[in-house]
């Protein structure tokens, strides 16, 4: 149970400064397959830059809650941010149990984004909400067998030790585990953030879409804090999986820092390939993965409790 | 050398959640051909370089990976079946059933009284879990294609076990049961072929009329 | 205790004068409802002396029934039931003073007054005679509740299905108190620890029949069967007070019973587990199969019972492990939840009333649009939605808080079958809190959000004061709870250390300090803060418009196109439930090229009261009645028969003695 300012700041920056640019590295990585130019690195900077100071259209079916769905949106990953570290630098805020308030806390932001959806009175963003709740509510089991048995590696149930130094302990002692919560993560991952195959972020049909036509209603600031809040949650759930796969600390802070900031964009590259060489799954097919992602992340418990 | 052992039955088990999940005859037929190929590796690398495990690896190898897939996606071919697997109960239930199976025979291999050098090693539950998997393979499928795929992952499993007695088992056992194999799965194609052309069907539903 | 005698009386006289044949409507009302609060008001200074307090106080009087006595204890765990009982009971009564119809509300008064009483007399009995008395007043008063609406049929055939429950429950608890008497030498409970000495055999044959009669009463999974249909039925408040509260009177049967039973085996926590988990399950996806508000609500309660059950189950089975730190979480679980669902739940049934009051209908579909026209209630649902989905900063995340940690607890540590079951129950928990969002977002989303649906619910009017005020205090006790989670583990302290002495440390806050996770409901306060001002602050710098919903096109959107409270689930129930649970679907025919009319209908009914209990019920009953044609074949001289065998048995069974 610590607060240390200047992880606290770290963490802020970090997630402020370099969470947009996840999306512009997706992008680069998905032209270079198409053999396109593609979009600037900094689009999503750009764009957020100049829908904050836009005005505002609303629906005149709307309320609060519709106004409410980007706020949470924007301030769950902030604070979800605090409780895990970021590469080697330790979380700013950390409990025993944080894992459970770290699951509900997006939880909260899901919960919002739906209700704004349903808000506008649409057939589309009523789909989209569905589709949103149904996917998250199975890909939650896979987080929670992902976590016990990271609490089972480090003895410990709090965010920052179960991702924190006994981890490359781990990776020796128990490597076909952890390379499968890895996996899972990443599916997890795809899915919370509405990449392929779970959705793709880029079509504008809305029988395809998941979270880009929850969001269809919002316009100017409020969309800009969507795509802020989407990018921030992509860099959170990104770092874990980061984590994971980058353990252990090389001594110094710097290091540390550009071997998490490298991992990061490595992770986009990744998303990028996936995007770029898989197609979306047939909407029944994904119930069908999910179950899958978390009977893997279970058997992974397993083969720990013997 | 045990590490990479582990791993590559970590990687059957895998397979096997991969081939009760997947909806395609053509994927499911060659995992099983994978699955086969990697376990052929198994003697060489659990039991060292000898004229011994050389020669069970080789025939395995010709056999599960190369043969009897080649066989069968010949015979699918010739009878043009659709690629759809067709189960009984849907593919989350097997998956399910699949890892609820898998979870016991952890369990169950633990309370076994196995010597010392056998209690740690990955042998006995994957052993057991890829025989459950060909076990569900079998019942919950409707296709005879599939029925064949059962035997074939149940084959495996009991070659995970028979790792175990390598060294103790003479060869001819071995190659005896390989052959079994080979002359069931032709036996599995004729059958299917002659199905197919009786009832322009596969699926083994039909043959229940043929009760009494 | 005397503020308990004095809230029964102040409750007992309310009863009995609202109903007498006043000429002005107001005076019931007054009469009944001031009684109420005034009762309940002094009933929860009597439950804060008990859970201050900490020590026993009891009171005797000798009664003239054979085996009984009137004798009534309050300690710590009826303290503890005692204040969510007078809290409900307290904003129901508000509620009620302009929730009920004129014609109905002094009748009603009677009831709701005696059901109070009758309640408040189950958690504090000290024998088993009156125990089983107010057992029975409790059911009687509430099954009269139920039937308030007595000219609807579907609210008689549920009140009659209910009482049928209850008195079968009632049976197997008449089988337990006789059994228990006999082996203890009296009714009285501080004779019951005599019980302590049972071979585990026949103790666990008395667990048993305390499992099914009170299993009964709490909606636990198997018997369940008439709560969806009674819960509903009752007028909204006394819905709150059944939910609420009325099933954690049988939950406190339960725990108290089982205090006086010598430790359990294994397998008794396991059975638990088991039923809470399936109970929890196929209660989460029924709720989310309802279009009837209530109904939904009411399957709920069901899938938060089985989670308490699940909880207590958990802490049976870990103390009989010897692992008392799990156990003692998983109690503290079990009991802090119990007290969380108590507030949320009611706030969500008191809610659902005020919405049926203003649009005039049960049905979702039929509502919409309801946060314009509606706001304060809409937002007291949206603050009961968030505690019930367990999500930050309310309390429900608090109760699940602890029952997480008990099982991840469980699943980190122990190895084998040890660590696989918490670790199974785990992950099928997160399922069933991922489908309490899919339940609370569609209901909030269809009910409240979007369009009208209905010509009603465009004129629909929000809730006076009185029903509005109770709504709010129950809002603010949530809040409180999340903000404030160290509080819950104090209320809930008395009644865990009374059950599991082990307990204690953790309950005085030394194992465990829950107080982080309130600071963390004030940071996330603090960040939706700024996160909100910095929303302001762009809007004001940028112009605002209003305009249609983007239909992508299409200019005309009409709520007839937006999702129904059936499409919502459609994914779900089509993804991830199992044959049985989907609902039936009766498919109009179309006629002709261009149809005006399709009808197309979806029921949910119970799966296991259809397919079960019904079936079964009525195989009995043809059963019976062939006997009874026997039997009774209307010869005279077969009657003459029975009489004199009757005789000659009595005679012999004297002669015996």
């Known amino acids: 149970m610590k607060i240390t300012i200047l992880q606290l700041f770290l963490h802020l920056l970090l997630l402020f400064g370099l969470s947009p640019l996840l999306s512009g590295v997706i992008g680069k990585t998905k032209a270079l397959f198409a053999g396109r130019t593609g979009p600037p690195w900094l689009q999503l900077y750009y764009d957020i830059w100049k829908l904050f100071g836009k005005g505002l259209v609303l629906s005149r079916v709307t309320t609060w809650v519709f106004r409410a769905g980007p706020v949470v949106g924007l301030a769950v990953p902030v604070l979800a941010a605090l409780l895990i570290p970021f590469g080697s630098i330790g979380a700013p805020l950390s409990f025993t149990g944080d894992l459970i308030f770290f699951i509900y806390l997006f939880g909260l932001a899901r919960f919002f984004t739906a209700c704004a959806a349903l808000d506008t009175g649409s057939a589309f963003e009523g789909m989209g909400a569905v589709r949103e709740v149904t996917f998250s509510c199975l890909a939650e089991p896979t987080v929670f067998f992902a976590f016990i048995v990271l609490a089972r590696l480090s003895g410990s149930l709090s965010l920052d030790a179960m991702f924190g130094q006994t981890l490359a302990a781990s990776w020796h002692s128990a490597a076909p585990s952890l390379l499968l919560i890895l996996v899972c993560l990443f599916l997890v991952t795809l899915v919370e953030n509405c990449r392929i195959p779970f959705d793709d972020p880029n079509t504008h049909l809305e029988l395809t879409m998941i979270h880009e036509v929850m969001v269809l209603d919002h316009s100017g600031p409020d969309l800009g804090m969507i795509l802020y809040g989407a990018a921030m949650k992509l860099f959170v759930l990104g770092a874990l999986v980061v984590r994971l796969f980058l353990p252990g600390t090389t001594g110094s802070m710097i290091l540390d820092l550009l071997l998490f900031a490298g991992g990061m964009l490595l992770l986009a590259v990744i998303i990028g390939v996936v995007e770029s060489t898989m197609a979306r799954l047939r909407l029944l097919r994904i119930p069908q993965l999910l179950v899958g992602a978390s009977l893997l992340s279970f058997f992974s418990l397993i083969l720990l409790l013997r | ?212 | ?657």
Not at chain 3, 276 to 283: R, S
Not at chain 3, 309 to 327: D, E, K, P, T, Y
Not at chain 3, 455 to 479: D, I, K, R
């Open chain 3, 1 to 657: 205790m005397n503020f308990l005698f004095l809230s029964w009386l102040l409750l007992g006289l309310g009863a009995c004068t609202a109903s007498l044949p006043w000429r002005s409507s107001k005076i019931p009302a007054i009469l009944g409802g001031g009684s109420a609060v005034l009762g309940c008001l002094s009933g929860l200074i009597a439950a804060g002396q008990g859970l201050i307090a900490g020590k026993a106080e009891t009171f005797s009087l000798p009664w003239s029934m054979p085996g009984g006595s009137f004798s009534l204890r309050l300690d710590g765990l009826s303290a503890f039931f005692l204040l969510p009982l007078f809290i409900v009971g307290l904003a129901g009564a508000v509620y009620a003073t302009e929730y009920m119809q004129k014609e109905k509300a002094p009748l009603h008064w009677t009831w709701y007054n005696f059901l109070l009483v009758s309640m408040a007399m189950v958690v504090t009995a000290a024998n088993g005679l009156l125990f089983l008395f107010a057992w029975e007043c409790m059911s009687l008063t509430s099954f009269f509740l139920v039937i308030t609406e007595f000219n609807l049929a579907e609210a008689v055939a549920a009140g009659w299905t209910y009482l049928l429950a209850t008195h079968l429950g009632a049976a197997f608890l008449f089988a337990f108190f006789l059994t228990a008497g006999a082996f203890s030498g009296s009714l009285d409970f501080s004779s019951f620890h005599l019980l302590g000495k049972l071979s585990v055999p026949v103790a666990s044959a008395l667990f048993l029949l305390l499992l099914v009669g009170f299993g009964s009463k709490a909606g636990i999974f198997p018997f369940h069967v008439w709560l969806p249909d009674a819960h509903p039925a009752a007028p909204s408040h006394v819905s709150a007070i059944m939910s609420g509260v009325m099933v954690k009177t049988a939950i406190y049967g339960l725990l108290r019973m089982c205090s006086f039973l010598p430790v359990s085996p294994v397998w008794w926590g396991g059975l638990l587990m088991a039923l809470g988990i399936i109970g929890a399950l196929f209660g989460i996806a029924m709720a989310a199969l309802q279009r009837d508000v209530k109904r939904g609500l009411a399957y709920s309660t069901v899938e938060n019972v089985g989670i308490i059950i699940l909880a207590l189950g958990f802490w049976m089975q870990s103390r009989a492990a010897g692992q008392h730190l799990i156990a003692a979480l998983a109690l503290a679980g079990a009991l802090i939840h119990l007290l969380n669902h108590t507030l949320f739940k009611s706030l969500l049934f008191l809610g659902a009333g005020s919405l049926i009051h203003g649009s005039g209908s049960r049905n979702l579909n039929h509502m919409g649009g309801l946060m314009r026209r509606m706001p304060v209630t809409s937002l007291l649902i949206v603050c009961g939605g968030m505690a019930i989905s367990a999500l930050p900063p309310f309390n429900g995340l608090v109760g699940e808080w602890f029952i997480y940690r008990a099982l991840l607890g469980g699943g980190s540590t122990l190895s084998g079958l040890g660590g696989f079951f918490p670790a199974a129950l785990l992950g099928l928990l997160a399922l069933v809190g991922g489908m309490v969002i899919i339940v609370m977002t569609r209901i909030i989303g269809i009910a409240l959000a979007g369009s009208p649906r209905s010509p009603e619910a465009a004129q629909a009017h929000e809730a006076g004061w009185p029903m509005l005020s109770a709504m709010t205090v129950m809002a603010l006790l949530c809040l409180a709870g999340g903000l404030a989670p160290v509080l819950l583990l104090r209320v809930a302290g008395q009644a865990g250390v009374l059950l599991d002495p082990d307990s204690a440390n953790l309950f005085a806050g030394q194992d465990i300090n829950p107080w982080w996770l309130g600071m963390m409901a004030f940071m996330l306060l603090g960040s939706l803060l700024a996160a909100f001002s910095f929303s302001r602050w762009r809007q004001r710098r940028g112009t605002v418009a209003a305009a249609n919903t983007w239909g992508c096109g299409f200019a005309f959107p009409a709520s007839r196109m937006a999702y129904s409270a059936e499409s919502y689930t459609e994914l779900a129930q089509s993804g991830m439930f199992c044959s049985c649970l989907i609902p039936e679907s009766k498919d109009g025919q179309t006629v002709g090229y261009f149809p005006l009319i399709r009808s197309f209908v979806f029921t949910a009914p119970d799966p296991l009261l259809e397919k079960f209990f019904r079936p079964l019920f009525q195989w009995t009953a043809g059963y019976c009645r062939r006997c009874c044609c026997r039997l009774q074949s209307g010869n005279l001289h077969i009657y003459l028969f029975y009489v004199f065998s009757a005789t000659i048995l009595l005679l012999f069974w004297a002669w015996q003695r």
């Open chain 2, 1 to 212: 050398m045990d590490n990479t052992v582990n791993f590559l039955l970590l990687l059957v088990i895998l397979l096997n959640f991969f081939i009760l999940g997947s909806s395609r005859l053509v994927s499911c037929i060659r995992t099983v051909a994978i699955q086969g190929g990697m376990l052929s590796l198994l003697p060489v690398l659990a039991h060292g370089f000898s004229g011994h495990t050389l020669f069970l690896a080789a025939g395995a190898f010709l056999l599960k990976g190369i043969a009897i897939p080649f066989l069968l996606f010949k015979a699918i071919r010739q009878v043009r079946i659709r690629r759809e697997v067709e189960p009984l109960i849907g593919y989350v239930p097997t998956l399910i059933l699949g890892t609820l199976a898998t979870a016991g025979s952890f369990i169950f291999s633990d309370r076994l009284p196995l010597i010392a050098e056998h209690s740690q090693s990955l042998f006995v539950p994957v052993g057991l879990a890829t025989l459950a998997t060909g076990f569900l393979m079998l019942i919950t499928r409707r296709k005879a294609i599939t029925q064949a795929l059962g035997y074939l992952i149940f084959e495996n499993g009991i070659f995970v076990f028979g790792m175990l007695l390598t060294e103790a088992m003479p060869l001819m056992v071995e190659t005896g049961v390989l052959l079994d194999l080979l002359v069931a799965v032709f036996v599995m194609a004729i059958v299917m072929h002659q199905i197919n052309r009786e009832f322009s069907t596969m699926n083994i539903d039909k043959l229940s009329s043929l009760k009494e």
